[in-house]
Nanobody, 122 residues
């Protein structure tokens, strides 16, 4: 079963930047609606940014103007550019992508990654 694989997390000082990437663990035919979520210790998982199949984006108020979600349909990758990072952005970041399997059969199915840790020091 296809899963998503995140990368790019790490430790950064407040005010710094990181770019997260997300790609399928194996070949898929296409990617569609995609999103980044995050979960801080003791908190519920929250939506950070989303991009529709048509390219429309939306962001949590807390990250507007600082984070940008983007997609490479050919490479079948999702990105989250995070600028002006704050300590409160510290969390495990997860990507969620609707994928169509490698044979192009069936409707898109939702797949999640295992998460990547982002830690912002003050």
């Amino acid at each position: 079963q296809v899963r998503m694989v995140e990368s790019g997390g790490g430790l950064v000082q407040a005010g710094g930047s990181l770019q997260l990437s997300c790609e399928p663990s194996e070949t898929v035919f296409s990617i569609h609606n995609s999103a980044w979520y995050r979960q801080a210790p003791g908190e519920q998982r929250e939506l950070v940014a989303a991009i529709t199949g048509g390219g429309s984006t939306n962001y949590a108020d807390s990250v507007k103007g600082r984070f940008t979600i983007s997609r490479d349909r050919v490479a079948k990758k999702i990105y989250l550019q995070m600028n002006s990072l704050k300590p409160e952005d510290t969390a495990v970041y997860y990507c969620k992508v609707d994928v169509v399997d490698r044979y192009g059969l069936g409707s898109p199915v939702e797949r999640w990654g295992q998460g990547t840790q982002v830690t912002v020091s003050s």
